[in-house]
């Protein structure tokens, strides 16, 4: 089967309303701005240390953020003695990260989704992505919610039956495998920067700046693969990092009951509230080629080290932070919680969901009781010339902002810090980056809009003109 498909050249329904202005760039800008520039440097130089810092706060300073930064200015502590009493790379954590990924590609690979076969409403097995700028459409073979069950029932075979390997394996190895998984991500981030100066996948979707930084870091390959299927942004993007983030979860949860004998009930709202999150990523992979990762950032060091490390490392710090502080939330506390997670879910699902609806069936759907719903007709072009026509949605969570699928995730980062109480700062960490990469995101994207639809997107912004928050932002 063709893993890559050309599509025609002009739209069938004919020319539509922005036909005749002058044809803008799609994508990101080919020259890179001083600011971008600086913001890739600052972001090669420190993103590491970010990570490190903050695992190395928990594992030697009982997750306090302010500790270390005091003794270093008053002079207790030096950077050196830091780094050394850091756990240092260990083959066996090299052992245990390789089995990991291994395993994930093999998963990824080797077994065809038969998931979709047996449960309604899931759509997975070969599916194809969104047009690129330079025309082309992607298969993806979507088997994600099969790695994931497949995985968690290794995992509790595991525990309750085989015990070949202690539920704790992660808290235990946390730092060595940091090491493994930073090798990982530079490795990956190099192999594609070379990969799209020697061999690229699509020649004619590569975007070259000028400037070997931000090429390195923002990618330069749009899709880039080794053989047919293997493609390095699903993989990454969906694989080694998001399926490890609930099992990351469940080994502190076990490291919990190892060290107090009981679990606490924020640790089993985090799991809870973080599950639901990852098991949606995978219910809705098909949908997930249609997101901005797949369709419009190239694959370079921010994808690639930042699926490897980042995530892992980040997202999952709540889990971490309960490790150390056994928080046992009262239940009103912990009802509010649970609660502002449900509704963060709700909106965002079902944002994402009535755009999806919408995109799918061309308009012809019901939202809100709306049918059909209100839009706006565009029309873009794409590197090869040909004209398409595209709707942007007004109706439903559409019409109340232009990203309110961001709002409902905000929402859902929040009480995902807010389970851990109020005794620390760290666990804050994951929403105040939330709130920094989504704004920053919506930004670029309705920059890549407005270049894409032109006077279309400003008709459309003019008839929802908020982001995130109705009268606000
Ligand atoms: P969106 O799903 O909002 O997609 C934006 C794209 O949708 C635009 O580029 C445009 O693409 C199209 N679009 C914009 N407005 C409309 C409209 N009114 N009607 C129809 N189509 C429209 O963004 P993302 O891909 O960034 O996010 C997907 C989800 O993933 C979000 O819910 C986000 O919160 C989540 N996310 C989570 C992250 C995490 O780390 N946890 C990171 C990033 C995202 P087109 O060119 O097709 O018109």
Redo the contacts with the bound molecule.
Sequence with gaps: MEATRRRSKAHSNGIAAGENEPTAQWGRAWEVDWFSLCSVIALLCFAPFIVYFFVMACDQYQCSVSQPLLELYSGETTLLSIWARSPAFTWEAAKIYAVWVGFQLFLYMCIPDTTHKFLPGYVGGVQEG?RTPAGLINKYEINGLQCWLITHAVWLANNFYFHWFSPTIIFDHWIPLMWCANILGYAVATFAFIKAHIFPTNAEDCKFTGNILYNYMMGIEFNPRVGKWFDFKLFFNGRPGIVAWTLINLSYMAKQQELYGHVTNSMILVNVLQGIYVLDFFWNEAWYLK???ICHDHFGWYLGWGDCVWLPYLYTLQGLYLVYHPVQLSAPYAGAVLALGLLGYYI?RST?HQ?DV??RTEGSCSIWGRRPPTFIECSYRSADGGVHR?????SGF?GVA??F??TG?LMGSLAYCAACGTGHLLPYFYVVYMTI??VH?CVR?EH??SS?YGGDWKR?TDAVPYRLLPGLF
């Design positions: 969104a997101t901005i990762d965002f994402n755009k919408f995109r595209s709707k942007l949605l007004t559409w232009r990203h699928n961001y995730d990469l989504l995101r994207d890549r809009c894409k459309y």
